[in-house]
């Protein structure tokens, strides 16, 4: 449980970030644009833990076909199905357009990663020097 709870801050950061980095991407401000924050992360997270595996498997043979490059509009797909979730939710975010989907999706994956490297995982061993 804990570990689902950082994961869902680090994915709660990295979408504020990127909203704050990205012209095209509005969450609100102040405590509304936390919670639009935050819905956001968790719908992004339900989309990649239910649907994504689903689109991957149907779209295997493009995704071999552009050696991976189609995982990229898969994930596009997925940020513009929890913006529209945040939306129908009543939390104002709004994404403009499939482009700045696309950035903003591979802006999101990469915060997350680097904001991952401040967290230590309890299930893998502490390296030694």
């Known amino acids: 449980m804990h570990r689902l709870v950082v994961r869902w801050l680090l994915s709660s950061a990295a979408i504020a970030i990127v909203a704050w980095l990205l012209p095209g991407i509005h969450a609100g401000s102040g405590l509304s644009g936390a919670f639009t924050v935050a ?27 552009t050696l991976g490059l189609f995982l990229l509009v898969i994930n596009t797909a997925m940020l513009q199905l929890a913006a529209w979730a945040t939306r129908a939710a009543g939390y104002p975010l709004e994404v403009d357009g499939w482009m700045t989907a696309f950035i903003g999706s591979i802006l999101i994956s ?8 401040f967290v230590r995982d309890e299930k893998k061993p502490a390296r030694e020097a």
């Open 39 to 65: 819905v956001t992360a968790a719908f992004l997270g339900l989309a990649n833990a239910v649907v994504k595996p689903i689109l991957t498997l149907l779209s295997c043979p493009l995704v071999l076909l």
């Open 110 to 117: 990469i915060v997350t990663w680097v904001l991952s490297l």
